[in-house]
């Protein structure tokens, strides 16, 4: 029985497409600047999220972590929310590799980070405070379900930092999610932040690769600083042209992706022993939540995603109660009525 992946939407496969511009590249020693699809790459991605230049990296977690070091000095503090991508899934790197102190903020359950509680973190001016340089958003919000944040909230954010003298940078792997979602540009979405940081593996389907965009100045800096972290590539144009195809092709298409995790919570929610409401899947990501047997039940979604896994559908835990569940472009709307039909059997 062939398995039906819905743990990521990081396990597409290259597309023809993509892998006939992998194999027909055009390609340069990158660390030299001579690669002229990484350069059509990074100009390109630039332009879409409104920046004046752009930086390829391997991943998203390194891009993250190159504009954290771009904008704080060891010993100083990034606001950040709790339940992000980069405080609970980057290896702590900002502060082993950056010596960048994490100011956590709760999530809000769509995804936000509460203004008041941005401005209560703040520090004031005092020789016992570290100085509080960055705040840091997600968008989508992974953790929280894969909730797109508005340009209303985002523009205030940005407008709030600015007053305060502090920078602004978006973890946005799956920004192009968020626009879809909302109806939006991933360029307004990015007006405000000093860096933004945005994934081709992701939703947009290539198989490596993410890009931070900044202004000029700024991404120089980012490319020491991607060197000293080894990341400097050098005939990356081969990655870089299946990249290209993603952010050229991407876009497009995520609204279908958007639909079928509807479709698959509204299938979900109707099951015994399982909780989601699909009002709240906006995008390509789902959570569910499996019912404990009873008091101190702690493996009640390992029982669960083992059963779908029998079954032949991939899914990843969360915690001791919840799943998640991403589509994806590789999964066609046959796979999502076999997965359905798969888990209506489980027991």
């Known amino acids: ?18 892998r006939e511009a992998m194999a027909e590249a055009e390609v340069g020693d990158d660390v030299f600047r001579d ?17 004046e230049a752009a930086l390829f990296v391997p991943s998203g977690t390194m891009g993250n972590l190159i504009a954290l070091l771009v904008h704080c000095q060891r010993g100083e503090e990034a606001i950040i929310g709790s ?26 359950k769509d995804g936000t980070l509460a203004i008041d509680d941005i401005l209560a973190s703040i520090r004031t001016e005092d020789v016992h405070h570290p100085i509080t340089r960055l705040i840091c958003l997600e968008n989508t919000q992974n953790i929280c379900g894969g909730i797109p944040l ?74 020491e600083i991607r060197r000293q972290l080894g990341g400097a590539m050098r005939q990356v144009g081969v990655l870089a042209a299946a990249a290209l195809v993603a952010l050229r092709e991407g876009p497009a298409r995520l609204p ?18 399982v909780e989601i409401d699909p009002a709240t899947v906006e995008t390509n990501i789902g959570i569910l939540r499996v019912v404990p047997d009873g008091p101190g039940d702690a493996a009640a979604a390992a029982r669960w995603i083992a059963a779908a896994r029998a079954s032949g559908v991939l899914m990843s835990p969360l915690d001791a109660e919840r799943v998640r569940f991403v589509t994806h472009r590789d999964l066609s709307d046959a796979d999502l009525d076999e997965a359905i039909r798969r888990l209506r059997g489980l027991r």
């Open 256 to 273: 279908a992706d958007h639909a079928r995790a509807r479709r698959l919570a509204e299938a979900l929610a109707v099951l015994p022993g």
């Open 1 to 18: 029985m062939e398995p039906i992946d819905l743990r990521s939407d990081t396990v597409t496969k290259p597309t023809p497409e993509m």
């Open 35 to 51: 690669d002229p699809t990484v350069i059509r790459l990074e100009e390109l991605a630039a332009g879409m999220v409104g920046k």
């Open 83 to 108: 339940l992000s991508h980069i405080y609970l899934n980057e290896a702590g790197g900002m502060s082993a590799l950056g010596g960048i102190q994490p100011c956590p903020v709760k999530n809000q």
């Open 150 to 223: 508005t340009t209303g909230y985002t523009h205030q954010v940005g407008e709030l930092a600015h007053q305060h003298g502090l920078l602004l940078h978006v973890d946005g792997a799956r920004i192009f999610n968020a626009a879809a979602a909302l109806g939006t540009s991933a360029a307004e979405l990015a007006r405000g932040f000093d860096t933004v940081m945005f994934c081709f593996s992701k939703g947009l389907g290539a198989p490596v690769g993410s890009v931070l965009c900044a202004s000029a100045a700024r991404v120089a800096e980012a490319r």
